[in-house]
């Protein structure tokens, strides 16, 4: 009988140490990415996008082997619902249970907050995309996080660039979140020339925009020189609906950033309506943004959009660094890397700032044109921002 539990025994230490190798063999042999982002939610339009690019940017930038350095790339897909609660558990459990190597995501501003000192703790990257809000590379940042999404400063740069002159009275319209709140706290701070009159915040879910649209009319109306309600807002409502209190009464403009195709619809209402956005498919000219059109065109039957090229700027910047690292994916060895890292995008080059690792990168001032051929407000360039002419301010105390 002792003889029969020692076979067993040795049976099964041999079994493990069996195991165990091809274990690790296959760990070695793969690089886990994990996606926190809104498959479903208020978000789940800019997350499908970012899920799409992300995918489209490791094919491009592997030449479509999905390969760094003999390493297969494995994309794990996690559904944050755009509640800060469930991406948090998502990400310990892709850090923690999955090993993941380094995740991307969340499309929420809020959940994105939740999700920081997650990566702290589990000492892995995190690749912000495409949430905005400042305090994500500022305030709450840590070292691990980089982002290639714009923030709230880049986008109120320039958007000031296209209102902030003398004379023009601006009201502020966003929701009541971390994503409107940092964004108007960016845009009072670009703002020189303009003056803020008011800040009009309502909840993130509002449809019925009456009372708050009233409150703005009743700050502009009887002020002198140009008046101009400038929106950020993101997800479900319109706001663009209070240009149905006849604005044009009391010689009332709106202004905005660039959005995805389905909400600049809206935007072919205000021919000539001034803005700036962070990527149109018809503007950048560049191989790697016409490798993205050529591509989206003939898989989707459409144009890739607003953050369809923010998800591929991700999947771009992930294969350049694993690239650099010859496949080596330990978070010190990452960061290293990445610091300073430039790699090309849709949008051109981007550059990862060392003191925040947000990404430097282009904007573009815009004025729309009602064109027949489109179903939305086409924004024809007006110029592009180049990354060293806004002094998009470093916020992380880092230094």
């Known amino acids: 009988m002792q003889h029969l539990r020692t076979r067993r025994l040795l049976l099964a230490t041999l079994v493990a140490a069996a195991v165990t190798p091809a274990i690790t063999f296959a760990q070695d042999k793969e690089i ?71 995740a991307v995501g969340p499309t929420s501003s809020g959940v994105a907050l939740a999700l920081l000192p997650v990566a702290e703790e589990y000492k892995k990257i995190l690749l912000v995309e495409p949430a905005v809000a400042d305090s994500i590379t500022g305030d ?22 296209a209102l902030d002159k003398p004379s023009v009275n601006i009201v502020t319209l966003a929701q009541d979140y971390a994503f409107g709140r940092d964004g108007v706290k960016a845009f009072k701070e670009s703002v020189k020339q303009a003056k803020i009159v008011h800040e009009e915040y ?6 019925d925009f009456t009372a708050g649209a009233q409150r703005i009319i009743d700050k502009l109306k009887d002020l002198p020189g140009r008046k101009v309600i400038w929106i950020v807002w993101a997800g479900a409502g319109n706001p663009f609906k209070i240009a149905d209190l006849d604005l044009k009464r009391y010689g009332i403009e709106i202004a905005t950033g660039g959005n995805i195709l ?79 890292m430039s790699f090309e995008t849709p949008k051109g080059k981007m550059t990862f700032r ?28 007006v110029r592009e921002i180049k990354p060293e002419e806004m002094d998009v301010p470093i916020k992380n105390n880092r230094l």
């Open 32 to 102: 886990r990415i994990a996606h926190v982002y809104s498959k479903t939610g208020p978000l789940e339009a800019y997350g499908k996008q970012t899920q799409t690019g992300l995918m489209m940017g490791l094919e491009y930038a592997t030449g479509g082997t999905m390969m760094v350095a003999g390493k297969k790339l494995t994309v794990l897909e996690r559904d944050d619902q755009g509640k800060p609660d469930v991406g948090k558990s998502l990400l310990a459990a892709a850090y923690g249970d999955d090993k993941a190597d380094l």
């Open 140 to 161: 709450k940042w840590n070292k691990y996080i980089f982002r290639t999404g714009r923030n709230s400063s880049q986008d109120a740069i320039s958007n000031a660039v």
């Open 262 to 340: 389905p909400a600049m619809a809206a935007y072919k209402n205000f021919p000539g309506m001034e803005g700036a956005t962070y990527y149109y498919f018809g503007i950048p000219k560049n191989p790697v943004n016409e490798w993205l059109v050529a591509n989206h065109y003939s898989r989707y039957k459409s144009p890739p959009d607003f953050f369809t090229a923010g998800g591929m700027a991700a999947g771009i910047a992930v294969v350049e660094a694993l690239k650099k690292t010859s496949g080596d994916t330990k978070t010190a060895k990452l960061i290293s890397t990445m610091e300073g």
């Open 354 to 381: 060392k003191e925040d690792h947000q990404a430097m990168q282009s904007m573009y001032h815009f004025k729309i044109k009602a064109d027949p051929a489109f179903a939305w407000g086409v924004p024809e360039l």
């Open 202 to 207: 309502l909840p993130a879910a509002t449809t």
